[in-house]
């Protein structure tokens, strides 16, 4: 296997819409949401969320369909990579906000704390 992300992948999609046909619709009706033309939310600013949100779940695949489509939907390139750096901000501050909840699981696990530590 030369790599795990290879365009030809995304050909199995038809393989997965045979072997759960109602699944796949609805699976598929959920990334609908993006392309709805203008609602509350326009266009350009539904594809900067996906892509944000690609960032954040590390969907090259969807990164990939959303990039295009937000450039179609107007999106600069400045917008784009202010999107991607957000997202990545969020992570981030996700992994630090984890690292208290690690702490409150580590003060709730039985058993004594090392010695020499503090806490």
């Known amino acids: 296997m030369p790599h795990y992300h290879d365009p030809d992948d995304m050909k199995r999609l038809r393989e997965m819409r045979k072997a759960a046909p109602r699944e796949y619709a609805a699976w598929m009706q959920l990334d609908g949401i993006v392309g709805i033309e203008d609602g ?17 779940t590390q969907c090259v695949y969807c990164m990939d ?12 390139r400045e917008e784009l990579v202010e999107a991607a750096l957000l997202a990545a901000a969020l992570r981030a ?10 702490l409150k699981l580590y003060g709730a696990a039985a058993g004594p704390e090392p010695a020499g530590q503090t806490g």
Request: a positive charge; glycine letters at 16%.
């Open 65 to 76: 369909d959303h990039v295009g489509a937000a450039k179609a939907a107007g999106v600069s």
């Open 93 to 102: 501050g996700a992994g630090g906000s984890h690292g208290t909840l690690a």
């Open 40 to 56: 509350a939310i326009p266009r350009k600013y539904r594809e900067l969320i996906a892509i944000a949100c690609a960032h954040v």
